[in-house]
């Protein structure tokens, strides 16, 4: 499957953005799909995933409460809704595709096959 992710952008500390991951190629709804994020010299970083069929949501704690994944089977679309930005939000944030399997990792970058460009979201204080 390929993945193209977009939306990112510059906000100031407060604000929100939603980022979207379109994906083609294959069967939407057999992937587990997952956001990630890697900030200048930080290792890359688990956000935030949904199961294949959407019933199963998961959050890394820092962003609990503040960030919302959802996804569209019809237009192929994972979203991730972000707000009350803070500073410490500011990094490259992936999207990735992770293959129907009968076991579930959301939080292993290892388990996603498929990973889209990124894209930039930058926080302003």
């Known amino acids: 499957v390929q993945l193209q992710a977009s939306g990112g952008g510059l906000v100031q500390a407060g604000g929100s953005l939603r980022l979207s991951c379109a994906a083609s190629g294959r069967t939407f709804s057999r992937y587990g799909m997952g956001w990630f994020r890697q900030a200048p010299g930080k290792e890359r970083e688990f956000v935030s995933a949904i199961s294949w069929s959407g019933g199963i949501t998961t959050y890394a704690d820092s962003v609990k409460g503040r960030f919302t994944i959802s996804r569209d089977s019809a237009k192929n679309t994972v979203y991730l809704q972000m707000n009350s930005l803070k500073p410490e939000d500011t990094a490259v944030y992936y999207c990735?595709?992770?293959?129907?399997?009968?076991?579930?990792?959301?939080?292993?970058?290892?388990?996603?096959?498929?990973w889209g460009q990124g894209t930039q979201v930058t926080v302003s204080s």
């Open positions: 990735a595709a992770q293959e129907y399997s009968s076991s579930y990792y959301p939080r292993t970058s290892e388990s996603y096959t498929s």
